[in-house]
T-cell receptor, first 113, second 114 residues
Framework: SQQGEEDPQALSIQEGENATMNCSYKTSINNLQWYRQNSGRGLVHLILIRSNEREKHSGRLRVTLDTSKKSSSLLITASRAADTASYFCATLYSGAGSYQLTFGKGTKLSVIP | NAGVTQTPKFQVLKTGQSMTLQCAQDMNHEYMSWYRQDPGMGLRLIHYSVGAGITDQGEVPNGYNVSRSTTEDFPLRLLSAAPSQTSVYFC?????????????FGPGTRLTVT
Protein backbone atom coordinates (compact mmCIF):
# COMPACT_ATOMS: atom_id res chain seq x y z
CA SER A 1 0.00 0.00 0.00
CA GLN A 2 1.07 3.58 -0.48
CA GLN A 3 3.33 5.00 2.16
CA GLY A 4 2.63 8.72 2.17
CA GLU A 5 -0.71 10.41 2.50
CA GLU A 6 -1.03 14.14 1.90
CA ASP A 7 -3.47 16.46 3.58
CA PRO A 8 -5.44 18.37 2.45
CA GLN A 9 -6.36 16.82 -0.90
CA ALA A 10 -7.00 20.29 -2.30
CA LEU A 11 -6.08 23.79 -1.19
CA SER A 12 -7.07 27.15 -2.63
CA ILE A 13 -5.40 30.37 -1.50
CA GLN A 14 -4.87 33.95 -2.63
CA GLU A 15 -1.58 35.03 -4.14
CA GLY A 16 0.81 36.20 -1.45
CA GLU A 17 -0.58 33.87 1.22
CA ASN A 18 1.34 30.91 2.63
CA ALA A 19 0.40 27.34 1.72
CA THR A 20 0.94 24.41 4.07
CA MET A 21 0.65 20.78 3.05
CA ASN A 22 1.07 17.79 5.31
CA CYS A 23 2.24 14.26 4.71
CA SER A 24 1.94 11.22 6.95
CA TYR A 25 3.65 7.89 6.45
CA LYS A 26 3.58 4.47 8.03
CA THR A 27 7.02 2.89 8.42
CA SER A 28 10.61 3.94 9.01
CA ILE A 29 12.21 5.84 6.15
CA ASN A 30 15.63 6.92 4.91
CA ASN A 31 14.43 10.24 3.57
CA LEU A 32 11.31 12.10 2.55
CA GLN A 33 11.04 14.08 -0.66
CA TRP A 34 8.56 16.59 -2.04
CA TYR A 35 7.73 16.86 -5.73
CA ARG A 36 5.63 19.21 -7.81
CA GLN A 37 3.58 18.27 -10.87
CA ASN A 38 2.14 20.80 -13.23
CA SER A 39 -0.91 19.64 -15.13
CA GLY A 40 -0.04 17.04 -17.77
CA ARG A 41 3.66 17.07 -16.97
CA GLY A 42 6.17 14.85 -15.19
CA LEU A 43 7.10 15.42 -11.57
CA VAL A 44 9.86 17.78 -10.54
CA HIS A 45 11.91 17.31 -7.37
CA LEU A 46 11.61 20.20 -4.91
CA ILE A 47 13.35 19.31 -1.68
CA LEU A 48 14.61 16.35 0.31
CA ILE A 49 14.91 15.88 4.05
CA ARG A 50 16.81 13.01 5.60
CA SER A 51 15.48 11.00 8.51
CA ASN A 52 18.01 12.58 10.89
CA GLU A 53 17.02 16.15 9.93
CA ARG A 54 14.14 18.12 11.39
CA GLU A 55 13.86 21.15 9.13
CA LYS A 56 15.16 22.28 5.79
CA HIS A 57 14.80 25.40 3.68
CA SER A 58 15.11 26.06 -0.03
CA GLY A 59 14.07 29.49 -1.30
CA ARG A 60 10.39 29.93 -0.42
CA LEU A 61 10.08 26.29 0.64
CA ARG A 62 10.34 25.04 4.18
CA VAL A 63 9.96 21.38 5.02
CA THR A 64 9.81 19.81 8.46
CA LEU A 65 10.02 16.19 9.49
CA ASP A 66 8.81 14.61 12.73
CA THR A 67 9.87 10.97 12.72
CA SER A 68 8.18 10.30 16.06
CA LYS A 69 4.83 11.23 14.51
CA LYS A 70 5.79 9.93 11.07
CA SER A 71 4.78 13.20 9.47
CA SER A 72 6.16 16.02 7.36
CA SER A 73 4.93 19.40 6.26
CA LEU A 74 5.75 21.58 3.28
CA LEU A 75 5.32 25.32 3.60
CA ILE A 76 5.36 27.57 0.55
CA THR A 77 5.65 31.19 1.58
CA ALA A 78 4.40 34.21 -0.38
CA SER A 79 2.66 32.02 -2.94
CA ARG A 80 2.46 32.97 -6.60
CA ALA A 81 0.05 31.97 -9.35
CA ALA A 82 2.88 29.92 -10.85
CA ASP A 83 2.87 27.71 -7.72
CA THR A 84 -0.46 26.27 -8.86
CA ALA A 85 0.24 22.55 -9.21
CA SER A 86 -0.11 19.22 -7.43
CA TYR A 87 2.39 18.47 -4.70
CA PHE A 88 3.42 14.97 -3.68
CA CYS A 89 5.45 13.63 -0.82
CA ALA A 90 7.52 10.53 -1.39
CA THR A 91 9.23 8.35 1.17
CA LEU A 92 12.34 6.32 0.51
CA TYR A 93 12.71 2.98 2.17
CA SER A 94 15.85 0.98 1.53
CA GLY A 95 16.49 -2.32 3.21
CA ALA A 96 17.01 -5.99 2.48
CA GLY A 97 18.17 -5.08 -1.01
CA SER A 98 15.02 -3.13 -1.77
CA TYR A 99 15.01 0.55 -2.75
CA GLN A 100 11.51 1.88 -3.13
CA LEU A 101 10.33 5.45 -3.34
CA THR A 102 6.63 5.51 -2.52
CA PHE A 103 4.39 8.45 -3.39
CA GLY A 104 1.25 9.76 -1.76
CA LYS A 105 -1.87 10.84 -3.59
CA GLY A 106 -0.95 14.52 -3.62
CA THR A 107 -2.33 17.92 -2.67
CA LYS A 108 -3.76 20.04 -5.45
CA LEU A 109 -2.83 23.67 -4.80
CA SER A 110 -4.59 26.52 -6.56
CA VAL A 111 -3.17 30.03 -6.12
CA ILE A 112 -5.65 32.70 -7.16
CA PRO A 113 -4.10 35.90 -8.59
CA ASN B 1 21.61 16.51 -21.69
CA ALA B 2 18.21 15.26 -22.79
CA GLY B 3 17.49 13.93 -19.29
CA VAL B 4 14.83 11.21 -19.21
CA THR B 5 13.02 10.58 -22.47
CA GLN B 6 9.94 8.44 -23.02
CA THR B 7 8.31 7.21 -26.20
CA PRO B 8 5.61 7.22 -27.34
CA LYS B 9 3.78 10.20 -25.79
CA PHE B 10 0.37 8.71 -26.53
CA GLN B 11 -0.75 5.19 -27.38
CA VAL B 12 -4.07 3.44 -27.91
CA LEU B 13 -4.15 -0.35 -27.68
CA LYS B 14 -6.85 -2.93 -28.03
CA THR B 15 -7.35 -5.47 -25.26
CA GLY B 16 -4.89 -8.32 -25.65
CA GLN B 17 -2.30 -6.42 -27.66
CA SER B 18 1.25 -6.11 -26.42
CA MET B 19 3.61 -3.19 -26.59
CA THR B 20 6.78 -1.73 -25.12
CA LEU B 21 7.09 1.68 -23.56
CA GLN B 22 10.57 3.04 -24.05
CA CYS B 23 12.58 4.95 -21.47
CA ALA B 24 16.11 6.26 -21.78
CA GLN B 25 18.33 8.52 -19.69
CA ASP B 26 21.68 10.11 -20.46
CA MET B 27 22.73 11.03 -16.92
CA ASN B 28 24.46 7.72 -16.13
CA HIS B 29 22.01 7.10 -13.29
CA GLU B 30 22.12 3.68 -11.68
CA TYR B 31 18.51 3.65 -10.50
CA MET B 32 15.55 3.63 -12.87
CA SER B 33 11.89 3.05 -12.19
CA TRP B 34 8.44 2.94 -13.74
CA TYR B 35 5.30 4.40 -12.17
CA ARG B 36 1.71 4.59 -13.22
CA GLN B 37 -0.51 7.49 -12.29
CA ASP B 38 -4.26 7.13 -12.11
CA PRO B 39 -6.73 9.86 -11.11
CA GLY B 40 -6.86 10.25 -7.35
CA MET B 41 -4.26 7.51 -6.82
CA GLY B 42 -0.98 9.33 -6.95
CA LEU B 43 1.96 7.41 -8.41
CA ARG B 44 2.37 3.70 -7.88
CA LEU B 45 5.65 1.91 -8.44
CA ILE B 46 5.54 -0.87 -11.05
CA HIS B 47 9.16 -2.05 -11.36
CA TYR B 48 12.55 -0.63 -10.63
CA SER B 49 16.21 -1.35 -11.30
CA VAL B 50 19.31 -0.52 -9.29
CA GLY B 51 21.66 -1.20 -12.18
CA ALA B 52 22.14 -3.05 -15.44
CA GLY B 53 20.98 -6.64 -15.12
CA ILE B 54 19.12 -6.04 -11.84
CA THR B 55 15.37 -5.48 -11.61
CA ASP B 56 12.79 -5.83 -8.88
CA GLN B 57 9.06 -5.53 -8.44
CA GLY B 58 7.26 -2.58 -7.00
CA GLU B 59 3.73 -2.21 -5.69
CA VAL B 60 1.80 -3.10 -8.87
CA PRO B 61 3.96 -5.35 -11.10
CA ASN B 62 1.32 -7.72 -12.48
CA GLY B 63 0.89 -7.54 -16.25
CA TYR B 64 4.22 -5.78 -16.80
CA ASN B 65 7.76 -6.95 -17.55
CA VAL B 66 11.02 -5.05 -17.50
CA SER B 67 14.64 -5.65 -18.34
CA ARG B 68 17.77 -3.56 -17.92
CA SER B 69 20.49 -4.59 -20.36
CA THR B 70 22.21 -1.18 -20.36
CA THR B 71 22.54 1.68 -17.88
CA GLU B 72 20.70 4.01 -20.26
CA ASP B 73 17.55 2.05 -21.17
CA PHE B 74 14.72 0.61 -19.11
CA PRO B 75 11.81 -0.54 -21.31
CA LEU B 76 8.43 -1.52 -19.85
CA ARG B 77 6.54 -4.29 -21.63
CA LEU B 78 2.81 -4.84 -21.46
CA LEU B 79 2.30 -8.51 -22.26
CA SER B 80 -1.46 -8.54 -22.94
CA ALA B 81 -3.05 -5.14 -22.47
CA ALA B 82 -6.18 -4.82 -20.35
CA PRO B 83 -8.49 -1.81 -19.84
CA SER B 84 -7.26 -1.65 -16.22
CA GLN B 85 -3.86 -0.66 -17.59
CA THR B 86 -5.24 2.58 -19.01
CA SER B 87 -3.09 5.14 -17.23
CA VAL B 88 -0.28 7.64 -17.53
CA TYR B 89 3.11 5.97 -17.22
CA PHE B 90 6.16 7.78 -15.93
CA CYS B 91 9.75 6.64 -16.07
CA UNK B 92 12.24 8.10 -13.62
CA UNK B 93 15.93 7.80 -12.90
CA UNK B 94 18.25 8.82 -10.11
CA UNK B 95 21.78 8.53 -8.89
CA UNK B 96 22.19 6.59 -5.67
CA UNK B 97 25.02 8.62 -4.18
CA UNK B 98 24.72 8.76 -0.41
CA UNK B 99 21.38 6.99 -0.59
CA UNK B 100 19.49 10.05 -1.81
CA UNK B 101 17.50 8.67 -4.81
CA UNK B 102 16.27 12.06 -6.01
CA UNK B 103 14.13 11.18 -9.01
CA UNK B 104 14.27 12.79 -12.45
CA PHE B 105 11.05 12.14 -14.33
CA GLY B 106 10.29 11.77 -17.99
CA PRO B 107 7.30 13.53 -19.59
CA GLY B 108 5.05 10.48 -19.44
CA THR B 109 3.20 8.18 -21.81
CA ARG B 110 -0.59 8.34 -21.87
CA LEU B 111 -1.91 4.85 -22.62
CA THR B 112 -5.50 3.98 -23.38
CA VAL B 113 -6.61 0.36 -23.66
CA THR B 114 -10.00 -0.21 -25.31
Amino acid sequence: SQQGEEDPQALSIQEGENATMNCSYKTSINNLQWYRQNSGRGLVHLILIRSNEREKHSGRLRVTLDTSKKSSSLLITASRAADTASYFCATLYSGAGSYQLTFGKGTKLSVIP
Amino acid sequence: NAGVTQTPKFQVLKTGQSMTLQCAQDMNHEYMSWYRQDPGMGLRLIHYSVGAGITDQGEVPNGYNVSRSTTEDFPLRLLSAAPSQTSVYFCASSYTLQGVYEQYFGPGTRLTVT
